[in-house]
T-cell receptor
Framework: GEDVEQSLFLSVREGDSSVINCTYT??????LYWYKQEPGAGLQLLTY?????DMKQDQRLTVLLNKKDKHLSLRIADTQTGDSAIYFC?????????????FGTGTLLAVQP | KAGVTQTPRYLIKTRGQQVTLSCSPI?????VSWYQQTPGQGLQFLFE???????NKGNFPGRFSGRQFSNSRSEMNVSTLELGDSALYLC???????????FGSGTQLSVL
């Protein structure tokens, strides 16, 4: 189907690792993105991965991509209260000629002090 | 470098009116896209512009339109507003089509 799926809610304690999961639909998607949205704000691009990569690490963020299962995950190490936000995964399934992204439903990450 | 700038930040309109939203992309970015965000439907693609031409359009009625100017700035227009048009409208820009998208803070439109 069309939907990019994410779990709705994740609660972790400060200092723990958070793992946010996403299942996308099109194996031909070229880019996969993670965005963060804080209350009343727009979308902040956190990181992205090309479809020919399995893993990408950027400071506290690690993205894992399993193309066979169409599964994408975002791991946040040493989660802080400032990481509390909604996280969206998105796929560009139409190749490099367009900016039409299909977004997941978003995962609300709550970090307990 | 300044980010994507959207104006106004908030807007209140009544049914039947029309509205124009404005977006200034990151300097040097040539592609501008618009998205609608609602609690019920999530983030949905409206349209994208590159070199003053609409390159792609989402599944929205003709009341939704847009344009891009020679300096890459973009506007979107919604005519004959309906209650269901209440949403956060997000503009995003990228250097070229198919590249990383950077979003503005959005315009929160409320239709009464």
């Amino acid at each position: 189907g069309e939907d990019v799926e994410q779990s709705l809610f994740l609660s972790v304690r400060e200092g723990d690792s958070s793992v946010i999961n996403c299942t996308y639909t099109d194996s031909s998607s070229t880019y996969l993105y993670w965005y963060k949205q804080e209350p009343g704000a727009g979308l902040q691009l956190l990181t992205y991965i090309f479809s020919n990569m399995d893993m990408k690490q950027d400071q506290r963020l690690t993205v894992l991509l399993n193309k066979k299962d169409k599964h994408l995950s975002l791991r946040i190490a040493d989660t802080q209260t400032g990481d509390s936000a909604i996280y969206f995964c998105a796929e560009n399934r139409y190749g490099g000629a367009t900016n039409k992204l299909i977004f997941g439903t978003g995962t609300l990450l709550a970090v307990q002090p | 470098k300044a980010g994507v700038t959207q104006t106004p930040r908030y807007l209140i309109k009544t049914r039947g009116q029309q509205v124009t939203l404005s977006c200034s992309p990151i300097s040097g970015h040539r592609s501008v896209s618009w998205y609608q965000q609602t609690p019920g439907q999530g983030l949905q693609f409206l349209f994208e512009y590159f070199s003053e031409t609409q390159r792609n359009k989402g599944n929205f009625p003709g009341r939704f339109s847009g344009r891009q100017f020679s300096n890459s700035r973009s506007e979107m227009n919604v005519s004959t507003l309906e209650l269901g048009d209440s949403a956060l409208y997000l503009c995003a820009s990228s250097l070229n089509q198919g590249e990383k998208l950077f979003f503005g803070s959005g315009t929160q439109l409320s239709v009464l």
